[in-house]
C-alpha cells in the first residue's frame, strides 16, 4: 500500500489565512442585511426597493465570482485575493457618507458585491496546496468561511447600536489588517498550472466544458438551498408556526450553523469515500425530510429534526461537490470552472425563495415548495451517484497519479 501523500510546508499557514479573508469579506458582503431595518425607515423604502438593496451584491458577489476564479488562474492567489480585500475597504466605507441617499446607497452596495467573490479565489489556492486524499477536508474548511454572514448577522446590528457607522469602520479596518496580512502570508504552490491565454478565451473554455454545468446544478441544489433557506427560513417560520421574530431569527441562525458545521465533515468524508457518494448521500437525506416537512409536522420535535437534517445534508453537499472539482476538471481550469461553479451556486439561492411565496399566496401552503425541492434534491442524488462516479473514474485513468495516495479511497467503488 502507497504512503499517503502529506500536505507540503505552507499548505496548512495558506488555508488558515483564507478562511479567516474569507469570513471577513463575507462578513463585509452582507453588512446591509442586517441593518435592513434601520435603511427602510431611514430612507422611506418601500419593500421592492429594500429587496433590492439587500439583493444588489448577492448578486453582484456571484456573477463577480467568474472573473475573480479566471484572474486567480492567471496571477495566482498571492495578488488577487490581497487586492480583492484591500479593494472592498471602498464600498465598505462609501456606506457611511451615502446613506441619506437610496441611489449613491444602491451604488455602493452594487460596489460591495465585490466582497463576495473570494470564494473563487481561495479554492484554486486551497486546492492546489493539498494533495487529493487531503483536499476535500480542506476546501470544506475553507468554505467554513460561508460562516461570515452568520457573523454579520449577529454582530453587525449590535455595532450598530454603539454608533451607526461603528460596523462599517470595524469592517473596513479589519479588512485592511488581512490585506496586509494576505500580502506577507499567501503564497502560491510552486509549480501550480498558469493560465497563459486570454481571460475571455479561458472563460469561453471553462464554459464548453459539461462538468462545469453539472458541477454548477448540483452546488445550486447544495449551497443555493442554503442561501435560499437563509433568506426564506424566518419568514416560512413566523408565518406558518406563528414564531417571533426573535425566535424565528434565532432557529435560522441554528440552521445555518448546522450548515456550516457540515461543510468540512462533507469534505472529509470525500476523502475517505468517493465526493459523488457523499454528494448523493447528502441530497437523498435533503430530499427524504422535504417530503416529511411537507406534511407541515409540528415544529417540535419532528418539523425541528427535518429542518435541522436538510441543513446537515444541504451543508455536506456544498463540502463535497467541490471535492467534485479537483477530481473532474483539469488543474489549470479550477479557478475558472470554479467562479462560474460559485456563480451559479450563489444565484440558485433567489428562485426558491421566490417559488416558495409564490406558491404560498396561490395555495395558502408551503408543501408544494417543498416537494419540488425533494425531487430536485432527488434527481441531483441520482445524477450524482450515476454520472459524477463514472466521470471521475474515467478522469482518473487518463491522468495517472490522481488519485496517488489515497490509498484507494479516492477512487471510486467498484
Known amino acids: 500500500m502507497e504512503t499517503e501523500q502529506k500536505a507540503p510546508p505552507g499548505a496548512y499557514r495558506n488555508l488558515a489565512v483564507a478562511t479567516i479573508g474569507f469570513t471577513l469579506t463575507f462578513w463585509a458582503w452582507d453588512l446591509i442585511a442586517p441593518l435592513a431595518p434601520g435603511y427602510k425607515d431611514g430612507l422611506g423604502l418601500s419593500d421592492i426597493q429594500l429587496a433590492v438593496l439587500v439583493a444588489v451584491p448577492v448578486l453582484v458577489g456571484s456573477l463577480g465570482r467568474v472573473p475573480a476564479g479566471a484572474l486567480t488562474d492567471r496571477?495566482?492567489?498571492?495578488?488577487?485575493?490581497?487586492l480583492v480585500s484591500a479593494l472592498t475597504i471602498v464600498p465598505v466605507?462609501?456606506?457611511?457618507?451615502?446613506?441619506?441617499?437610496?441611489?449613491?446607497?444602491?451604488?455602493?452596495?452594487?460596489?460591495?458585491?465585490?466582497?463576495?467573490?473570494?470564494?473563487?479565489?481561495?479554492?484554486?489556492l486551497v486546492n492546489s496546496w493539498f494533495p487529493p486524499h487531503r483536499r476535500g477536508f480542506a476546501l470544506g474548511v475553507f468554505g467554513m468561511?460561508?460562516?461570515?454572514?452568520?457573523?454579520?448577522?449577529y454582530f453587525?446590528?449590535?455595532?450598530?447600536?454603539?454608533?451607526?457607522?461603528?460596523?462599517?469602520?470595524?469592517v473596513a479596518g479589519a479588512l485592511a489588517l488581512f490585506a496586509?496580512?494576505?500580502?506577507?502570508?499567501?503564497?502560491?504552490?510552486?509549480?501550480?498550472?498558469?493560465?497563459t491565454v486570454p481571460l475571455s478565451?479561458?472563460?469561453?473554455?471553462?464554459?464548453?466544458?459539461?462538468?462545469?454545468w453539472e458541477l454548477s446544478a448540483l452546488y445550486a441544489i447544495g449551497f443555493g438551498g442554503v442561501v435560499a433557506f437563509g433568506v426564506y427560513l424566518p419568514t416560512y417560520l413566523k408565518t406558518w408556526y406563528e414564531l417571533s421574530p426573535t425566535d424565528a431569527g434565532t432557529k435560522a441562525a441554528g440552521f445555518a450553523l448546522v450548515t456550516v458545521v457540515l461543510r468540512p465533515i462533507g469534505g472529509r468524508m470525500s476523502d475517505r469515500f468517493h465526493p459523488a457518494l457523499v454528494t448523493a448521500g447528502a441530497l437523498a437525506c435533503v430530499a427524504l425530510?422535504?417530503?416529511?416537512q411537507a406534511f407541515d409536522p409540528p415544529l417540535y420535535p419532528l418539523g425541528t429534526a427535518a429542518m435541522l437534517i436538510m441543513a446537515a445534508g444541504l451543508g455536506a453537499a456544498g463540502g463535497s461537490v467541490f471535492a467534485l472539482v479537483s477530481q473532474v476538471t483539469p488543474q489549470a481550469q479550477v479557478g475558472s470552472v470554479t467562479g462560474i461553479v460559485g456563480a451559479v451556486g450563489g444565484l440558485g439561492g433567489f428562485v426558491p425563495p421566490l417559488l416558495m411565496g409564490a406558491v404560498y399566496s396561490a395555495k395558502d401552503s408551503y408543501s408544494i415548495g417543498f416537494m419540488l425541492l425533494s425531487d430536485l434534491a432527488l434527481a441531483g442524488c441520482v445524477y450524482a451517484y450515476a454520472r459524477m462516479r463514472t466521470l471521475a473514474r474515467t478522469r482518473a485513468d487518463s491522468t495517472p497519479g490522481l488519485l496517488a495516495g489515497t490509498g484507494g479511497r479516492g477512487a471510486p467503488p467498484g
Open 180 to 195: 496586509v496580512a494576505a500580502a506577507l502570508l499567501i503564497t502560491d504552490r510552486p509549480g501550480r498550472p498558469t493560465a
Open 145 to 153: 468561511g460561508t460562516g461570515g454572514v452568520a457573523l454579520s448577522g
Open 201 to 212: 478565451t479561458r472563460l469561453r473554455g471553462a464554459g464548453r466544458l459539461r462538468v462545469t
Open 75 to 82: 496571477f495566482g492567489a498571492r495578488v488577487v485575493f490581497p
Open 289 to 292: 425530510f422535504a417530503v416529511v
Open 156 to 170: 453587525t446590528p449590535r455595532i450598530a447600536a454603539h454608533g451607526q457607522n461603528l460596523p462599517f469602520l470595524v
Open 93 to 124: 466605507l462609501l456606506l457611511i457618507p451615502t446613506r441619506d441617499s437610496y441611489g449613491w446607497t444602491l451604488l455602493a452596495a452594487f460596489l460591495l458585491g465585490l466582497g463576495g467573490t473570494t470564494f473563487a479565489i481561495g479554492v484554486p
